[in-house]
């Protein structure tokens, strides 16, 4: 936006002005506002806009009570939040699943070496992967599996997760890297002047340096350890892992930041319906005498005597009896009225557009779907799964797995010849996650069929997105021939000759 130039009184805004001041002021002050016009409207200060006074400040990272009121909020969501918690495991088990497992995908032609021999270290890193991620865990509980769906759901709902890849010294671990989770709010520290607010200490170019972790020993008292970010060697000590959202932001957003306020108006205005419901539900019965005289002279039919006791409250199938002169209004609250379906709905709408989930993903709700309008909204969900499975695999996953094959070279479990000088392509790998499955098995799979003919994909890709490895898949498809040949089988061909179809044409017409 260019610097505003102040608008100009032509002669008919003087001739006003000379004979009517106050006019020639206002016509003044509307051809400014049509010039204003011309700028953005999102920087207005009207009066409509009055109230949206933000600080010209641009912190990078919000400051640390901020941060902790946001991650104690979207806690509680995930405890007590039925669509909240959903969310959550909606989008742990899309992305996460049973856990991403690597499939080595080291190159012969950067190496130098044979493919036989490519192939024998591919098996053996994988080997090694497999036989370790059963002992991943510090504490001895979980697998690596396990490791991973807690920490991508500690990302989801308090922006960041923090591990720590320590060396077990047990002597029946197969190896002794082991990976320990810590919480976030572990994360801060007394020396403010050192570590700031955040709990880490940065160098010159804003790169952390060392982080501040508290814990409580044994006497509940709270110490501070400073663990450097790198060793000398630059291997990871500590992995701190969160989205970036800004350039310099250093702690991580829980994810719910943005529809805190909508979940809790929302869960609000559910209750204030339920209560509602419930006092409609009260059905009571109320007699009421009209004539006091009768009453005095005994000359009412005969009934239990009244106690005079103030009826304080409605319950369910209530009989009570008034007094004479006494009179009942009966509250209707009407509940829930026209709007609330739609209301409801819309309100769930924009909750999945800022998780990036469909509706129909947020609520599994398919019921107002065909094949197409559900199909799409998969294909948008698998959007943002794929997005953040990336995004985990190369932040959380990958590292872990260099400092394993790292490990298992110095042990002689790895054979690979000049390992640092060719470290990242030994280790490097492709993430596969859980299948998804198919909304029409036919349909998709003759799709798939026809991607890998047109050479628009390729085995590899399509065994990857229903979870599997295609190494696999082509060595068991050669036992199973193999197997069939030794027993003289036949594979049966499921497909209608021609004349049959001819036949059953023709019966129909």
């Given at each position: 936006m260019g610097k505003l130039k102040p608008v100009k009184a032509n002669f008919l805004d003087r001739v006003i002005a000379a004979v009517a001041p106050r006019w020639g002021l206002k016509r003044l002050q509307a051809r400014t506002r049509l010039e204003l016009a011309n700028y953005y409207r999102g920087a207005d200060s009207s009066r409509l806009r009055s109230d949206w006074i933000l600080t010209a400040m641009s912190d990078e990272t919000p400051p640390g009570w901020e941060l902790d009121r946001l991650r104690s909020r979207s806690r509680d969501l995930n405890r007590n939040d039925p669509v909240a918690s959903g969310a959550t495991s909606?989008?742990?088990?899309?992305?996460?699943?049973?856990?991403?497992?690597?499939?080595?995908?080291?190159?012969?032609?950067?190496?130098?070496?044979?493919?036989?021999?490519t192939q024998k270290l591919q098996k053996q890193a994988?080997?090694?992967?497999?036989?370790?991620?059963?002992?991943?865990?510090?504490?001895?509980?979980?697998?690596?599996?396990?490791?991973?769906?807690?920490?991508?759901?500690?990302?989801?709902?308090?922006?960041e997760i923090i591990a720590l890849p320590i060396w077990a010294t047990e002597n029946w671990r197969y190896l002794n890297r082991a990976i320990e989770l810590i919480e976030a709010d572990r994360l801060k520290s007394q020396n403010y002047q050192a570590?700031?607010?955040?709990?880490?200490?940065?160098?010159?170019?804003?790169?952390?340096?060392?982080?501040?972790?508290?814990?409580?020993?044994?006497?509940?008292?709270?110490?501070?350890?400073?663990?450097?970010?790198?060793d000398s060697n630059g291997r990871p000590k500590i992995l701190h892992v969160f989205p970036t959202l800004r350039p310099g932001q250093s702690r991580g957003i829980p994810y719910f930041a943005s529809v805190l306020s909508y979940f809790k108006d929302l869960a609000?205005?559910?209750?204030?319906?339920?209560?509602?419901?419930?006092?409609?539900?009260?059905?009571?019965?109320?007699?009421?005498?009209?004539?006091?005289?009768?009453?005095?002279?005994?000359?009412?039919?005969?009934?239990?005597?009244?106690?005079?006791?103030?009826?304080?409250?409605?319950?369910?199938?209530?009989v009570g009896y008034l007094n004479p002169g006494e009179a009942v209004n009966v509250v209707d609250p009407k509940r829930p009225g026209d709007t609330f379906n739609g209301f409801i709905e819309g309100m769930f709408r924009i909750i999945g557009v800022a998780l990036g989930l469909p509706y129909e993903l947020l609520i599994k709700d398919f019921s107002k779907t065909n094949y197409s309008s559900a199909r799409a909204a998969l294909l948008e969900g698998r959007r943002v799964f794929l997005n953040w499975r990336s995004w985990f695999a190369r932040k959380f996953?990958?590292?872990?797995?260099?400092?394993?094959?790292?490990?298992?070279?110095?042990?002689?479990?790895?054979?690979?010849?000049?390992?640092?000088?060719?470290?990242?392509?030994?280790c490097r790998a492709q993430w596969i996650g859980g299948?998804?499955?198919?909304?029409?098995?036919?349909?998709?799979?003759?799709?798939?069929?026809?991607?890998?003919?047109?050479?628009?994909?390729?085995?590899?890709?399509?065994?990857?997105?229903?979870?599997?490895?295609?190494?696999e898949i082509l060595e068991q498809r050669a036992k199973e021939n193999q197997k069939i040949e030794e027993l003289g089988l036949s594979i049966i061909n499921l497909k209608a000759p021609k004349e049959d179809k001819n036949n059953a044409e023709s019966q129909k017409e």
């Open positions: 909606t989008l742990g088990i899309n992305v996460i699943g049973s856990g991403l497992r690597p499939q080595s995908r080291i190159r012969a032609d950067y190496l130098g070496i044979s493919n036989e021999q994988e080997h090694i992967w497999q036989t370790w991620k059963s002992q991943a865990d510090a504490a001895n509980r979980l697998d690596f599996d396990e490791i991973q769906f807690l920490a991508f759901r500690k990302v989801i709902e308090d922006g570590f700031n607010d955040t709990g880490i200490k940065f160098g010159p170019r804003g790169e952390p340096i060392s982080y501040s972790i508290a814990s409580i020993d044994e006497k509940n008292k709270i110490t501070y350890k400073t663990i450097a970010a790198r609000d205005y559910l209750e204030a319906e339920i209560v509602a419901a419930r006092v409609a539900a009260c059905l009571a019965i109320f007699i009421t005498t009209q004539d006091p005289y009768g009453t005095l002279a005994g000359m009412t039919a005969e009934r239990e005597p009244s106690t005079n006791a103030r009826i304080q409250q409605i319950e369910p199938g209530l996953c990958q590292p872990i797995w260099e400092l394993v094959l790292e490990e298992a070279f110095l042990r002689g479990l790895f054979e690979a010849p000049d390992f640092y000088r060719y470290k990242s392509e030994y299948a998804w499955g198919w909304v029409d098995p036919v349909k998709e799979v003759e799709a798939s069929k026809k991607a890998i003919d047109y050479s628009l994909s390729t085995l590899a890709e399509e065994a990857a997105g229903q979870g599997r490895d295609w190494e």
